[in-house]
């Protein structure tokens, strides 16, 4: 176990598994006990304590619209590490390998996969953010070292963004769902508990971490055109964004977000005009779009609408650009 504790902090440090580069102390945060567990936190959103906002570059991230969207909100906030994970637990570096690079010395440097914990620099209450590479295994024991840290940190609530490959037109705007398995969360912000079955990534275990423990959460996911899974997605960061701040306390300076996306836009858009089967694919996604989000549409007319989308979609399988 290895740590260090920034200069002049008090207390102990956060020595949870192997963490590295600790400046969290546990004096004055009674919540937290090894393992995770949490007692004594309301159920509801509340407004006390500390905000945190998780994203994962990887499987949970498509089009990277939801580690953008997490990483803007820290560069704006100017929000410091507190603890980075010990790589060399959970991360296979042959799935996820180092990156050599020069640094701003001119010295090769490298940079291993990592997650960190960013909060105030005073360590105070506040919007805090998980950010990282999803780990490649040991998800349980993450999942309790993150509990940890989050506990040390006096986080009250967690929003986690998703982002998921799908079928949905880069043309419309894009569709982004929000759920929580917090009973008076969802009365709160009118949301729906999610429904899905299957498998799922580190978000959904460390949700489900979080709501054992007593700490509410919020899901938000983002779908992204899967015909352009190569490109970044702005778009679909931007929608993020603007759902996320329903969440939190802050408005989130969107920069050239809004240019980028209509860039992105004009680009399929340009790479469509020349391919005639993915404009008829894009063509028929539209059609279902539509059909959904037309306000005299009933559930029956959705549901037979999209089983004609399914069948022309088995029929013919989407062109890749």
Known sequence: MSHRTAAGAPGVSLTTGKSTGAVLSWDGRPHGRRGGKVSGRPDDWGHEGSTLVVAFEGWNDAGEA???????????????????VEPEDYF????????????ENGDRVLAWPNVTLFGPEDRSDGLHVLLGT??????????????????????????????????????RPISVFASSENASVRERFRLERSSYEGPVGIISVLADAAERAGIPTVSIWASVPHYV????????????????????????????????????????????????DMSAYIEQLEQARDTVDS???????????????????????????
């Open 229 to 276: 899974h190569n490109a970044p997605s702005p778009k679909a960061t931007l929608a993020l964004i603007e759902r996320l701040e329903e969440f939190i306390e802050v408005r989130v300076d969107r920069g050239s977000l809004a240019e980028d996306s209509e860039a992105w836009e004009r680009g399929i858009d340009a790479l469509a005009s020349d391919d005639d």
């Open 92 to 103: 296979d570096y042959q799935f996820n390998r180092p990156v050599i690079a020069f640094d």
């Open 134 to 171: 999803e780990p490649s295994r040991g998800w349980k024991t993450f999942a309790e070292e993150a509990l940890d840290a989050i506990s040390v940190a006096g986080i009250s609530r967690v929003v986690f963004l998703g982002a998921m490959l799908a079928d949905v037109p880069h043309t």
């Open 66 to 84: 939801a580690s953008t969207a997490v990483r803007a909100l820290r560069d704006q906030l100017g929000l410091v590490a507190l603890v980075e």
């Open 295 to 321: 306000p005299e549409a009933s559930g029956d007319a959705i549901a037979e609408e999209f089983e004609k989308y399914l069948r022309k979609r088995d029929g013919d399988q989407p062109p890749t650009p």
